[in-house]
């Protein structure tokens, strides 16, 4: 067990949106600008958990709600050894985010929507999913065939055509309203 | 995802051996020398990952194997992430270990035997957990009525009557002469 007279320095920024809102993107932004003030963060990535932690579960809405419990436990130790982490994944039911929100002390939590509408992420489709989805070849596809249930009051929305910079600014400033400050590693 | 050009620092301990063994106790003082040095370490214990990530999971073979592929996963973020992170878990099967090890860049897995017998632990029996499996109230416990398959080539053995003081020390001297050093929070 780790030492409890140690105070936790770490945060959590959650990033939620339909696939291909701009999540990921304007993760790495945040993450890019949070390293270069030597902040010791760490950007989890639902595409990479479900290459590894995850890679026995699916997107049935059972799946989903099981992928989102252990990113936010893995959140959760990360968050207990210090880190601020960024968590970038569609989690697309109010409940499995408020599950998450509970896990953290109060303030330490902070919830940005993308909130890019269907129609602008599914004509942009970088990864050819939507298309995929309409035609029938994927199944259970948020936004298309599963559904998506937008947060009532994220701490930051992202509305659609913010920059990426703006975005994280926004988020700073919210990071920064709340006295939050993550560890810093030494150069 | 994070900055691949961010070289990680990070390395595990992984302490593995019979429940009642030791592995927590020289866990925490490994901890507590590497905080004094002001490296940022984590002590991922198995029985905290039990109550959370690993809640959904019993103590059958394929349990136990599923529960420690998670806590290898998690391990290999939280080093991604730059941390130092100590496993304490009884880790009883040597392919799961090895799986485990095959996830981290070579070197910077140290295996540690607590090698307490099982006589030893059983008549330690601090949390009444052998009695209990001898008189069948709980099922599939290591050592018991579960095996435990011990490490043919660990990095340190800890013998039986070591003082969790000299096995830190021993564990801390792989460190140096495989020149891991920690990441380091500005105090």
Same mark, same amino acid.
């Given at each position: 067990?780790?030492?409890?007279?140690?105070?936790?320095?770490?945060?959590?920024?959650?990033?939620?949106?339909?696939?291909?809102?701009?999540?990921?993107?304007?993760?790495?932004?945040?993450?890019?600008?949070?390293?270069?003030?030597?902040?010791?963060?760490?950007?989890?990535?639902?595409?990479?958990?479900?290459?590894?932690?995850?890679?026995?579960?699916?997107? &049935?809405?059972?799946?989903?709600?099981?992928?989102?419990?252990?990113?936010?436990?893995?959140?959760?130790?990360?968050?207990?050894?210090?880190?601020?982490?960024?968590?970038?994944?569609?989690?697309?039911?109010?409940?499995?985010?408020?599950?998450?929100?509970?896990?953290?002390?109060?303030?330490?939590?902070? !919830?940005?929507?993308?909130? &890019?509408?269907? !129609?602008?992420?599914?004509?942009?489709?970088?990864?050819?999913?939507?298309?995929?989805?309409?035609?029938?070849?994927?199944?259970?596809?948020?936004?298309?065939?599963?559904?998506?249930?937008?947060?009532?009051?994220?701490?930051?929305?992202?509305?659609?055509?913010?920059?990426?910079?703006?975005?994280?600014?926004?988020?700073?400033?919210?990071?920064?309203?709340?006295?939050?400050?993550?560890?810093?590693?030494?150069?």
């Amino acid at each position: 067990m780790t030492d409890p007279s140690v105070p936790s320095a770490g945060y959590v920024v959650w990033f939620t949106g339909l696939s291909g809102a701009g999540k990921s993107t304007i993760a790495a932004v945040l993450e890019a600008r949070l390293r270069a003030r030597d902040v010791l963060v760490y950007n989890l990535d639902g595409d990479d958990v479900r290459r590894g932690l995850n890679r026995d579960l699916g997107y &049935t809405d059972d799946d989903r709600v099981e992928s989102i419990r252990r990113i936010s436990e893995v959140t959760r130790l990360m968050v207990n050894a210090g880190l601020v982490v960024i968590v970038a994944a569609i989690s697309p039911f109010r409940e499995g985010r408020q599950n998450a929100r509970d896990l953290f002390a109060p303030g330490t939590f902070i !919830e940005v929507h993308v909130d &890019t509408p269907l !129609e602008v992420a599914e004509a942009r489709d970088t990864k050819g999913l939507y298309r995929a989805a309409r035609e029938g070849r994927l199944l259970n596809f948020t936004g298309i065939d599963s559904p998506y249930e937008a947060p009532l009051a994220p701490e930051v929305r992202v509305a659609s055509g913010t920059t990426p910079d703006a975005a994280a600014e926004a988020i700073l400033e919210v990071v920064a309203s709340r006295g939050l400050r993550g560890p810093t590693v030494r150069p």
